[in-house]
């Protein structure tokens, strides 16, 4: 299964963002993965085929996760967003398989 993250671009502190995840395929848990400049890749988000989320607690209340099982496309609402929250997401299986190959995500940057 093909992933394509779209949907990053720049906002101003406090702005919103929808990050949107487009599969070829039929996919099961998924998740929202962030690298900020200079940092390792993080997991922010998960999402399972019967819609239980998970985050990372600096994403808490402020970052929604959903799919749409019909389209085969996972979202992710970023909401208040923060100079912090600035870097390259990217949409992958949760787990990720040893496999997988990381696309080329989608820019998020914050300003202040």
């Known amino acids: 299964v093909q992933l394509q993250a779209s949907g990053g671009g720049l906002v101003q502190a406090g702005g919103s963002l929808r990050l949107s995840c487009a599969a070829s395929?039929?996919?099961?848990?998924m998740g929202w993965y962030r690298q900020a400049p200079g940092k390792q890749r993080e997991l922010a988000a998960i999402?399972?085929?019967?819609?239980?989320?998970n985050y990372v607690d600096s994403v808490k209340g402020r970052f929604t996760i959903s799919r749409d099982n019909a389209k085969n496309t996972v979202y992710l609402q970023l909401n208040s967003l923060k100079p912090e929250d600035t870097g390259v997401y990217y949409c992958?299986?949760?787990?990720?398989?040893?496999?997988?190959?990381w696309g080329q995500g989608t820019q998020v940057t914050v300003s202040s």
């Open positions: 395929g039929r996919i099961f848990s």
């Open positions: 992958a299986p949760f787990p990720v398989p040893g496999s997988f190959v």
């Open positions: 999402i399972d085929i019967g819609r239980n989320t």
